[in-house]
Structures are given as C-alpha cells and as structure tokens.
C-alpha cells in the first residue's frame, strides 16, 4: 500500500494550490481521508476529513471557506485544493486513510489512520 503526496510548493498570500494524493493498494472510494498538516515546532493537525461511504467532510475552523477536500474514485487520488492561502498554512501536508468507515468523533485520531503519505511541503509566503 502506498499513498503517493504530490503538488506542494512556494505560494504568495492569496494564491492557491491543489495537493493531490495517489493511491496504490488500497481503494479510496470506500476509505475515510483526510489530510493533516504540521508547520514548524507545532503538533500534526487535522485539516480536512471525507468520510466514507457518503463523502461527509469536516474541516478545522481555520481553513473552512477555503479549503476543500475531494476523491476521484476513477484514478484512486484525493485532493486538497486549498484556495486564499495565508502564511499560517504553511506545513508539510499529508494524506491519510483510513480502511472503512470512521466515525465522526474519530475522524482527527491521527493512530486510527491505516495509511500515510509521505509528506509534500507548502510555503505561503511572499
């Protein structure tokens, strides 16, 4: 199983990006995603979450109206397209799975996730 992080980079406030998250091994449309973040002398945080079997998503305060996770059930990939970025976004991101339904009290227990990517870095500033 492998989950393949792709599309981070140097961004000026206001700009955005699209991470996208390959999948090998395992099929996303009937997993729990999400992606998490961890800027610099902070804890990993969860993002963005798509719970299966419905695509019910949840999204930290922080990034509500601008961000906005997604799967292709076609090409095994999720996404994050993250719109308006500001400095405080920057952090390695990551993508996860987690292997059947996840309840929503649980969906930012980062122990439960089966799978992770390896991380794709993203720098907003100018």
Known sequence: VQLQASGGGLVQPGGSLRLACAASGVQLNSATIAWFRQAP???????ACSRSPYD????VDSVK???????DKMVNTMYL????LKPEDTAVYYCAAYAGRLIASSKWRQDLYHYWGQGT????SS
């Open 41 to 47: 002398g902070k804890e990993r945080e969860g993002v």
């Open 56 to 59: 019910i998503t949840h999204y």
């Open 65 to 71: 109206g601008r961000f906005t996770i997604s799967r």
């Open 81 to 84: 397209q993250m719109n308006n």
């Open 121 to 124: 870095q993203v720098t907003v």
